[in-house]
Each structure stands twice: as C-alpha cells, then as structure tokens.
C-alpha cells in the first residue's frame, strides 16, 4: 500500500465547476497534510495546508480532513483554465524535529473553457 | 526576498558520466532538502540537511549519490555514475526550520541517454 494515494486523472471539469481531488493516506499518526500545485514544468507550490479534522477555506480553495477515515481532500470553487494543473497531496510523518514530507502521485486537472 | 536557487537548469548526459547540481536556498534558512521527481510521480526525499549536518538520507542511493552542505548554506548533489533510471527532475527546497513551509527550487532536469 502506498503511503499516500491519489487518483492520476485527469480529472476534467468545466469552467465555473467545482473541482473535487482526493487523497488516502496510511499512516493514522500522520498529524499535517498540505496540497501543493505543480505547473507542468515548474515546482511545487504550497496552496493549502490543514491540521485538525473539518474544514479549512481560503478563497475559491476547501481543504477537508477526516483522520478517522484517513482522507483529504481539496475543493476548488469556480474553477478557472489557469487552475489546470498537477495537485499534489502531501503528508507530514515523523515527530517534531523530524519530520519529511511524504507526497501522492499527484492528480492532473484540467479546466475547460 | 529571493528564492531557492539551482543550477544548472537542465542537463544530458549519458549513462556512466557524473553529474553534479547545485542549490542556494532562501536566506536564513536552516533546512535545506534535495528531491527526485520522476514523471509522473510526486516528489520523493533523496536527503534533508539541518545546517551542515544531515537528518535524513534513508532513500539516498548511497552507492552512486552524495551530498554536502559544508558551510550549511548553499549545496551540491552528485551521482556517479549516472543510470538511465537517474532521468528525473532534482528539486531542492528549503525551510526556516524542520516544521516550516518548504520552499521548492526550479528543479533541475537530469536526462541520461
């Protein structure tokens, strides 16, 4: 089993849509879980991050955490073509001090017009 | 305020040659990892530097790569020799500290023939 999943894609949603990405994740210690955009040729880019169970919005972006089930997931409202890329799930294991990142494979998004 | 910085920003070589990427992160930045991003996959953690010294390096393939960060500021990752399966982009990022955002560079991208 994969430490962290993702579902590759492409997910394709119309402009204005809400875009839904998801993630499982194994370790049931892991505490932090981030969201990252990939550009295609370009570097990650932190778009959210999420600590404790529920919801957490800024802007058009939702991220959603649920420990019990080991899933989170990112809601992009009113997507836009320039929200077309790679998302990636990120999960923080370890202990503080020590700790690494841990990434999913990645969804690619793609936004049409 | 100036981000992480690498070089060289792409780079062909043929299998058996060496290789080596540089890294200067954000200023003041105590944390400094280097990643392989395969296409297709997510980011994975070659090694992770707390000033000069490293924290981890469980998936470095010791036998072919190295790294230093000898004045705990900027850093070189080496392979030697290089294999076809070493193709991948080499993403280094840094943090303030160990539990901090991470910052990712441009990536360098390897492609070995």
Redesign the interface.
Known sequence: QKEVEQNSGPLSVPEGAIASLNCTYSDRGSQSFFWYRQYSGKSPELIMSIYSNGDKEDGRFTAQLNKASQYVSLLIRDSQPSDSATYLCAVRKGYTGFQKLVFGTGTRLLVSP | EAGVAQSPRYKIIEKRQSVAFWCNPISGHATLYWYQQIL??????LI?FQNNGV??DSQLPKDRFSAERLKGVDSTLKIQPAKLEDSAVY?CASSFD??S??F????TRLTVL
């Open positions: 297709g996959q997510g980011p994975k953690l992770q924290v981890d993403l160990r539990d955002e991470q990712f560079g441009p990536g």
